[in-house]
């Protein structure tokens, strides 16, 4: 079992900056490849960014790539999500979630990721 827990979120005015940060406990941290996705209301969840246990990053290109960075720190079992540029469409809850590295699943499936956190607001005010 892994356990996820987000923090970091809050009120932002547009163009603004926010860490959120995702604690991890339990199993191997430092093997599995964390996710952040998010989910505004009335809106499905949907794939922020991911980081593979060597640092490798994938963001969605669309959305966040550019504004947001992805970091881990295995020592300390969490991983740092850096935004950004912060736009009023980026309102939503963001959870943290990880999945075994040996997964081959594409980083963006949510269904991929068995673990998951309970969430962190994060509001932009326009």
């Known amino acids: 079992q892994v356990q996820l827990q987000e923090s970091g979120g809050g009120l932002v005015q547009a163009g603004g900056s926010l860490r959120l940060s995702c604690a991890a406990s339990?199993?191997?941290?430092?093997?599995?490849?964390m996710g952040w996705f998010r989910q505004a209301p009335g809106k499905e969840r949907e794939f922020v960014a991911s980081?593979?246990?060597?640092?490798?990053?994938?963001f969605d290109e669309d959305s966040v790539k550019g504004r947001f960075t992805l970091s881990r720190d295995n020592a300390e079992n969490t991983v740092y999500l850096q935004m950004n540029s912060l736009k009023p469409d980026d309102t939503a809850v963001y959870y943290c979630?990880?999945?075994?590295?040996?997964?081959?699943?594409?980083?963006?499936?949510?269904?991929?990721?068995?673990?998951w956190g309970q969430g962190t607001q994060v509001t932009v005010s326009s």
């Open positions: 979630a990880a999945r075994s590295a040996l997964n081959s699943n594409p980083y963006n499936s949510a269904a991929s990721y068995p673990y």
């Open positions: 339990g199993r191997t941290f430092s093997r599995n490849t």
């Open positions: 980081i593979t246990w060597s640092g490798a990053n994938t």
